[in-house]
């Protein structure tokens, strides 16, 4: 296992645009993070998962914003109507459920709306 | 989720030792006291994380107060690869917590 895997690295779209986003953790991880990044601030919690059920959204997380993860393996990200505001480093990590146990992050995907 | 605070920024040379404070004055006796750190244009990395008492790994040591309220991140012999944004993190230790960073400290390291 090569660690947490995004794709795309990069996107660029218009504005108006729909784009998804996929993360692959590491195999044996039932819980699946989303967070958001942007210049000069720690990534903000979007929404994570444990196995298939999505457990928490944040309110950052607005009507646009969707996530999957069917199977409870990969997740997508889809980000609907693209907005400026939405550009920013879309960042996936993965951990084991029990307490303590560190996150594995992805190296991101970073978006933007032009 | 509990706060911390952590300075903008610090410098330090080339081999040796960077002490990283983090306050904490809010901490509760359930909140873990995590540390991460990113490298440009990764993501964030585990580093170390302990509740009360002092730990060591390879990475690097994480010195605790007794009353809990500070931490300090210790790198015993910094590297250019260890610039990086540096963050403290409580997270609770129930099971369905979450990690809520906050800015992190920038650490310079000069060759």
């Known amino acids: 296992d090569t660690g947490v895997s995004q794709d795309p690295r990069h996107k660029i779209t218009k504005r108006g645009q729909n784009v998804t986003f996929r993360c692959d953790p590491i195999?044996?991880?039932?819980?699946l993070y989303w967070y958001r990044q942007t210049l000069g601030q720690g990534p903000e919690f979007l929404t994570y998962?444990?196995?298939?059920?999505?457990?928490?959204k944040s309110r950052l997380l607005s009507d646009r914003f969707s996530a999957e993860r069917p199977k409870g393996s990969f997740s997508t990200l889809e980000i609907q109507r693209t907005e400026q505001g939405d550009s920013a480093m879309y960042l996936c990590?993965?951990?084991?459920?029990?307490?303590?146990?560190?996150?594995?992050f992805g190296s991101g995907t970073r978006l933007t709306v032009v | 989720d509990a706060k911390t605070t952590q300075p903008n920024s610090m410098e330090s040379n080339e081999e040796e030792p960077v002490h990283l404070p983090c306050n904490h004055s809010?901490?509760?006796?359930?909140?873990?006291i995590h540390w991460y750190r990113q490298l440009p244009s990764q993501g964030p990395e585990y580093v170390i994380h302990?509740?009360?008492s002092n730990v060591n790994n390879r990475m690097a040591s994480l010195a605790i107060a007794e009353d809990r309220k500070s931490s300090t991140l210790i790198l015993h012999r910094a590297t250019l690869r260890d610039a990086a944004v540096y963050y403290c993190?409580?997270?609770?230790?129930?099971?369905?917590?979450?990690?809520?960073f906050g800015k992190g400290i920038t650490l310079s390291v000069r060759p």
């Open positions: 990590a993965s951990s084991l459920s029990t307490g303590w146990e560190g996150y594995t």
């Open positions: 195999s044996e991880h039932n819980r």
């Open positions: 998962f444990q196995n298939e059920a999505q457990l928490e």
């Open positions: 809010t901490i509760s006796g359930t909140d873990y």
């Open positions: 302990g509740l009360t």
């Open positions: 993190i409580l997270r609770d230790g129930g099971a369905n917590s979450k990690l809520t």
